[in-house]
């Protein structure tokens, strides 16, 4: 008599190492609630036979004996040291699965960084506004790092970023100033962290042309004999366009004793106005008035009198 013969089988299975072992460790959370429903139904069939068993369901006759209790006492036990049994089955099995689990590698990790610059074109130092906020973010496999990572930059010419480094927030996101030293021309920024490098952001630096306009009051009068002071307003422009909103323009005075001017700097509005109020403190007197903004300066000369009561 010749043995079977048994036919060439040959499955093919892709299931890594790494995808294995949470199939295993969830055929164990498996087995155990399997055992905890046998647990359970036994714990039942004890409730019925003392009539504790919810709903009012007991014996029939309800009289219990001592050889009921002993009877199912008997096959609870019989029950619980199969399930012990398995129990230490599903031990072993466990710890072959966390010795598995310490010979699989952790999954490489991916950094990436992001980074922007606003605004893109800005002025050479000392003629318009020369700076640009640089922003972006740092993740881990899509998760940001731990707060205070440090994000490193390197640019290539005619401008410094501070703070370098700069740290990351809870969310991995960064915050920097690039600062034109030189111009004009082109200089690229990139931001490094964790090994890792960020798109490259170019910033136009060019030469610009500031302006600046003001107009005010031609005389006004002394502290205490009329009206005392004088609104000043005024324009800067770069280039012929307006700065960034909130561009500081700051005053000087010839003569402060004879006046006082607020606010002082005064903020740029979207159009590049500003306004701001100059109040005569003494008297009489010639002032003059010079507004300054990125290095550019215009004056107004203003007559202190004394006014008749």
């Known amino acids: 008599m010749s043995f079977p013969n048994i036919p060439n089988i040959t499955p093919t299975i892709s299931i890594t190492t790494a995808q294995t072992i949470p199939l295993l460790l969830s055929s164990i959370a498996l087995e155990e609630l399997a055992l905890s429903h046998i647990i359970n139904a036994k714990a039942e069939e004890i409730q019925f036979v003392l009539g504790t068993l919810p709903g009012g369901r007991t014996l029939v006759p309800p ?33 072959n699965v966390l010795d598995l689990l310490a010979t699989v590698p952790p999954p490489p990790s991916t950094v990436t960084v992001t980074l922007n610059a606003d605004p893109t074109t800005i002025c050479a130092f000392g003629t318009g506004p020369n700076t640009s906020i640089l922003t972006g973010q740092v993740l881990v496999n899509g998760s940001p790092p731990p707060a205070g990572t440090p994000v490193s930059f390197i640019v290539s010419a005619l401008g410094t970023v501070a703070p370098n480094p700069a740290l990351t927030d809870a969310f991995g996101n960064f915050t920097a100033i690039f600062t034109s030293t030189d111009g004009p021309g082109m200089a690229a920024v990139i931001a490094t962290a964790l090994g890792a490098s960020s798109n490259t952001v170019t910033i136009t630096i060019n030469n610009c042309q500031t302006t600046i306009t003001l ?59 500003f306004t701001a109020t100059f109040t005569a403190t003494n008297g009489p007197g010639l002032v003059t008035v010079t507004a300054t903004a990125f290095g550019a300066a215009i004056i107004l000369a203003i007559n202190i009198m004394d006014c008749p009561p």
Do not use: H, W, Y
């Open 63 to 95: 009289t219990v004996t001592i050889s009921n209790l002993l009877d199912i006492n008997k096959r609870v036990q019989g029950t619980l040291r199969d399930v012990i049994k398995k129990e230490m089955l599903l031990e072993f099995k466990f710890e």
């Open 215 to 273: 107009v005010g009051p031609g005389s006004i009068c002394s502290l205490g004999t009329g009206s005392n002071t004088g609104i000043l307003t005024g324009q800067v422009l770069v280039n012929g366009s307006p700065p960034p909103p909130g561009t500081s323009v700051s005053f000087t005075i010839n003569n402060p004793a004879l006046g006082t001017i607020a606010p002082n700097p005064a903020l740029t509005d979207l159009s590049g106005n």
